[in-house]
């Protein structure tokens, strides 16, 4: 009779297994709902052609991923790159883009390190940005890179 044990428990538990797995597959969509990916945009370059074609990746990618709800996307914007996003002279083409970013749920943050470095306080830069969480913007990334968010630098 004993056995007989070992293998109803075996039996058990590949009984319970295959329930599990059952249910698993049966589970309703957002049960089963998978992450969002978590990007890191960074620009830190005075060159407008390249801070809008990262405005325009950024667009891109939310879409490539099925939109806002499965993708979020920090941009850490510092160093000379501030100086393209001053609201007042701010390129038209490059406002756009990040103004569409900003309403696909973006979050765009600037150094407060370049904000005092540059004398440009966040009220004179174009609507949308926030401080960066930490006052070094190279901290920062890094801080978002070890959270598991994969880097991109145009």
Sequence with gaps: MLSHKPSMFCSLVA???LAV??????APASVLAKEKIKVL????????????????LINKHIEAEGGPDN??????V???????????????KLKA??????????????????????GTPLEKLVAGFQPTEHPVAVKR?????????IYIKP
Aim: glycine share 8%; aromatic share 8%.
């Design 97 to 118: 883009k990040l103004k569409s970013a900003l309403d696909k749920g973006i979050d765009a943050e600037m150094c407060q390190v370049s904000m005092k470095l540059f």
């Design 71 to 76: 993708i979020d996307v920090k941009l850490v």
């Design 78 to 92: 510092h160093g000379p790159a501030l100086e393209l996003f001053k609201a007042d002279s701010v390129d038209p």
């Design 21 to 26: 797995g059952i249910a698993f597959v049966v």
């Design 15 to 17: 009984g319970v297994a």
């Design 41 to 56: 945009y960074h620009v830190d370059g005075k060159d407008l052609a390249t801070a809008t074609y990262a405005m325009a």
């Design 141 to 149: 990334i890094a801080d978002l890179q070890q959270q598991g968010y």
